[in-house]
Every structure is written in C-alpha cells, then in structure tokens.
C-alpha cells in the first residue's frame, strides 16, 4: 500500500508544482494586494488597508463621499450578460446537438469540425469580423436597408445586443460539445417505451429526454457562465463606452489608473462568483448521487 502511495505522489508532484508555481502563487499575491493600500503613483503601499471591498460595495471612504453602489451595478450588469449568453447559447446548441446526433457519421464530423472551425482563427480578428458587420455602414443594416425593411441604420453597434450576441457566437462551441455529447449517449428506447406507454411529446421530453440530457445543460452553462463572467475583450470592442462589465474595471485597474489592490479585490470577486456556482454544483450533483444511490 505504502508503495503504490509513494507512486502516486511521485506522479501528481510535477502537476502540483506546475499548479502550486502558476496558480497558486499568483493566487496568493492577488489575495494580499486586495487588502494593501494603493500607491499614489500606481503599485502598491504595503499597509493595511480592506476598504477596496468597501469601495465595491458603494461605501464612502471619507465625509466628502456619499453611498455609490456603481461597482456593485457593473457586476450584476456583468451577471446579467453572462445569464444571458448563457440563455441563448443555451436556446441555440440544445435543438442544434439533437439535429447534428441524427445525422450520418460522415455529416457528423463535418458539423463538428464547422462548429470548431472558429477556434483555428484569432479571437480578435472575429471580433472585428463582427465590428464590420455590425456597423451603421455594414453588411446587416445595407442589407436590411435593401431589402427596404428600415430607413435608417439601426444602432447595433456598441450596445449591449451587440455584447451578447459577440459573446454568443465566441461560447456556443462550449456550450455545444458538453450538451452534444451528453445527447449523442441518449437511449431512444426509453424514448419509444413512454411513446408506447402512451405519452405526449411533452411529457416524453420533461420526463425522459430533459432529466438524461440536464447533465450536459448544467455542464455546458457552467463552462460558458464562467469565462463570460469575466470576459472584457468583447464588451470592450463591441460595447465600447456604453457598456461596461467587471472584466473591463480590472483590466483599467491594472493597465491603466494602475489601482491594483483594487483590480485584485474586483478579480476576486469574479472568482468568488465562479466559486460560489462550482459548489451549488458540486452539491446538488452529491445529492442526486446520493438519492441515486438510496
């Protein structure tokens, strides 16, 4: 016993001092500059200072200040978004993954390789893809212009439809993958049985295809809630100044008013959010698996 031991550490040592150098590490410096004082110069004073939370949540740090929630409002408009890309990929790939599971195997791994085709071009050069399209003088409004369908040029552009639907098409191939392989495994004859048992479409798909195929669902929402979250390159490029989400205060914190207690205070309240949905996961999957097993 003692032998396999000392094997299995000897193999998980190189990925724990990878983790232990390039996560945990900068993890903990993060943490300590949350709670250290801004240099008046950029950097940071290393005296004690936790009102960078308290700037967060809106509190004045002096009598010449007053309440201002404005951080908090840029959070929960970065949750709302990050829902919302969650929504609608959601709405888009589920139907998508059963199409493309009927599919022959030759047409399948066509479809698979498209939907993972945009992952062999830059992220930016995308984004600006959808700059050109979105534009008063791109493709969308001359077409609909065309087509007669409006007068003017609609303002597409910089808003907050043009920071989901960039987030939308950049997350879908993760929302995809995890619901499509999840569908791929589906037993169709449990589908047949509660036909044959004399179940509407209905109730067939919120009782048997939706509880199979959730898995998939919850895995595929967390993996795209949690990037979109954070994300400040698309808000930045397609939101402009009308839209602002956490990612783009943290970016501006450290590049440039170079406030970086305060960056690292709004940074760990991403990742306490992405936290917080790992272990509302972690438990609820514990307690199916526990009902499963009872």
Do not use: H
Request: charged residues 10%.
């Amino acid at each position: 016993m003692t032998r396999k031991r000392n094997a299995l550490l000897l193999l998980l040592a190189p990925i724990s001092l990878i983790l232990g150098i390039f996560f945990l590490i900068p993890l903990g410096i993060v943490v300590v500059y949350s709670f250290l004082e801004p240099g008046l110069y950029g950097g940071v004073e290393w005296t004690w200072y936790p009102y960078n939370y308290g700037r967060i949540l809106g509190w004045p740090l002096n009598d010449y200040e007053e309440f201002d929630p404005i951080y908090l409002a840029i959070f929960a408009t970065s949750l709302k978004y990050a829902f919302l890309t969650v929504l609608f990929s959601l709405l888009i790939c589920y139907p998508a993954a059963f199409w493309v599971s009927r599919r022959s195997a030759r047409w399948k791994g066509f479809v698979l390789f498209l939907i993972t085709l945009p992952f062999f071009t830059s992220l930016l050069i995308r984004i600006y893809a959808w700059l050109l399209l979105l534009r008063p003088t791109g493709f969308i409004n001359a077409g609909l212009e065309y087509l007669s369908l409006i007068s003017q040029p609609l303002d597409l552009l910089f808003s907050g439809f043009a920071v989901v639907l960039g987030m939308v098409y950049i997350f879908t191939p993760f929302m995809f993958l995890p619901i499509y392989a999840n569908v791929e495994k589906l037993d169709y004859s449990l589908i047949r049985a509660s036909q044959d048992l004399g179940a509407n479409p209905a109730q067939t798909f919120f009782r048997i295809i939706l509880p199979l195929t959730a898995p998939g669902m919850i895995a595929g929402s967390i993996i795209v809630f949690i990037p979109a979250l954070g994300n400040f390159i698309v808000p930045a490029f397609l939101g402009g100044a009308k839209v602002q989400m956490t990612g783009n205060l943290i970016e501006r914190s450290f590049l440039q008013s170079r406030d970086w207690p305060f960056g690292s205070a709004l940074a760990l309240l991403i990742m306490a959010s992405v936290v917080l949905v790992l272990m509302v996961q972690t438990i609820r999957a514990g307690r199916k698996q526990a009902g499963d097993a009872a």
